[in-house]
T-cell receptor, first 113, second 112 residues
Framework: AQSVAQPEDQVNVAEGNPLTVKCTYSVSGNPYLFWYVQYPNRGLQFLLKYITGDNLVKGSYGFEAEFNKSQTSFHLKKPSALVSDSALYFC???????????FGKGTRLSVIA | SQTIHQWPATLVQPVGSPLSLECTVEGTSNPNLYWYRQAAGRGLQLLFYSVGIGQISSEVPQNLSASRPQDRQFILSSKKLLLSDSGFYLCAYEELPNTEAFFGQGTRLTVV
């Protein structure tokens, strides 16, 4: 069965510093990996995905994620955090098309001015 | 372009009352459709998904049900709500061959 782990409930970072939100996964085959962001009382917004190809994936709002097959990780990164990046971030995985996404429990990012 | 509509945005219902939440998608055909529930602002629990009209898969046994009467309409229902049904309900769709899902704005349900 596929699963996702986000080991940190909360990440705090100062504005202008780089940020990393961690995600590890478990699937039986090749993973399809995703990051989403959620602002209070809103639906999830798609940020980026990894299907195949380059291990470094660039997405919306300056976010990027690095796929590491040997470590089964897909960490979300941004070189310089903004206060407006403060939100709840979800990592998700599926092992093939036409199957539901499985989400991690989320990591709350707080960027402090 | 595709859009997803989910309503109502908020709902307060008494215990034992029925529930009907509706989700519709525009600008696409034969999407995969999903209902998730989010408790206490944290993880998402998959409730139902559908890959076509009348095809519903249930992930968690409970007093909720789902129906897909039309290609782009997905309805979440209950005959009698429980206090534990309170939460934030999210509908999502995806259009193959794309692999990412797109979410509605959610319905916050409070059962009192």
């Amino acid at each position: 069965a596929q699963s996702v782990a986000q080991p940190e409930d909360q990440v705090n970072v100062a504005e202008g510093n780089p940020l990393t939100v961690k995600c590890t996964y478990s699937v039986s085959g090749n993973p399809y990996l995703f990051w989403y962001v959620q602002y209070p009382n809103r639906g999830l917004q798609f940020l980026l995905k990894y299907i195949t190809g380059d291990n470094l994936v660039k997405g919306s709002y300056g976010f990027e994620a690095e796929f590491n097959k040997s470590q089964t990780s897909f960490h979300l990164k941004k070189p310089s955090a903004l206060v407006s990046d403060s939100a709840l971030y979800f990592c998700a995985v599926r092992d093939r098309r036409n199957t539901p996404l499985v989400f991690g429990k989320g990591t709350r990012l707080s960027v402090i001015a | 372009s595709q859009t997803i509509h989910q309503w109502p945005a908020t709902l307060v219902q008494p215990v034992g009352s029925p529930l009907s939440l509706e989700c519709t998608v525009e600008g696409t055909s034969n999407p995969n459709l999903y209902w998730y529930r989010q408790a206490a602002g944290r993880g998402l629990q998959l409730l139902f998904y559908s890959v076509g009209i009348g095809q519903i898969s249930s992930e968690v046994p409970q007093n909720l049900s789902a129906s897909r009467p039309q290609d782009r309409q997905f309805i979440l229902s209950s005959k009698k709500l429980l206090l534990s049904d309170s939460g934030f309900y999210l509908c999502a769709y995806e259009e193959l061959p794309n692999t990412e899902a797109f979410f509605g704005q959610g319905t916050r349900l409070t059962v009192v």
